[in-house]
């Protein structure tokens, strides 16, 4: 999906810089999340959440539709992702104006 962001590399701040201000300048970067807060999940657990075959969750996942990061021969796929996936491809009526999810 173009408007969704792939997963980015971790984040380095220049070495000139002390331990401290190292932690603040990281902090700083709004764009990125901390990976102590990203939620990966396992296909079979993608699977699961979307009530879909093992082989779906693949497909979607070689497809591009879900971003994935490979972790040896498996791959790990990010909880925001999964569920932003469903809130995009949710064809259900709307509720108040709004649409349920």
Known sequence: MPDQELPRAPFRAPRELSVAERASY???????????????????????IMDVSKMTAYRLVHSGHLPAIRVGRSFRVPERAVYAYLRESWQGAEVDGRRPL
């Open 26 to 48: 990281a902090s700083r970067r709004r764009s990125e999340q901390p990976l102590d807060d990203v939620a990966l999940l396992t296909v079979a657990e993608v699977a699961s």
